[in-house]
């Protein structure tokens, strides 16, 4: 499945650190839903720093982050906790919501194909629709895009 700004963003449910959580639960908020590969990774934690540092803007411009990845809701319990991130992780097992994204994807490390979850990052508009999307996520600088993005609805 691939997905298309304009277009509703695909519908999820999923288990968290802290309960559940599906998409209905944002209507009327803009949230941002980033795809991770790993939690505890370096570049996953610099990339969940960078959100959690610019988390009081996030909250000034009424927008909501949740992390995604296909790790364990305890392994997300464990992340959250030793790095303060103050935004909900979800669990994807099943890899379904990787799925209806499109970003479980071929990669490739030191001629060794395998398939992964391709670092990116969906703005969704508090009416369900999607409003940018990143591929292939550069950590630098990326959250600051995205809130600058996020402003900008």
Do not use: N
């Amino acid at each position: 499945m691939t997905t298309a700004i304009g277009a509703p963003a695909p519908a999820f449910a999923m288990d968290c650190d802290d309960g559940k959580t599906a998409l209905a639960d944002y209507r009327g908020k803009v949230l941002v839903l980033y795809f991770y590969p790993k939690d505890d990774t370096s570049g996953c934690t610099s990339e969940a720093k960078a959100f959690r540092d610019a988390m009081e803007e996030y909250r000034a411009a009424g927008v909501e982050i949740l992390g995604v990845s296909k790790d364990s809701v305890a392994s997300h319990a464990r992340f959250r906790a030793k790095h303060d991130l103050p935004f909900r992780l979800g669990s994807d097992p099943d890899g379904a919501v990787c799925e209806a994204y499109g970003v479980w994807k071929k990669k490739s490390m030191y001629g060794r194909e395998y398939m992964g979850i391709e670092r990116s990052t969906f703005l969704i508009g508090q009416d369900g629709v999607l409003r940018a999307e990143w591929r292939k996520v550069k950590v630098t600088g990326h959250a600051e895009a995205v809130l600058k993005a996020a402003k900008g609805l």
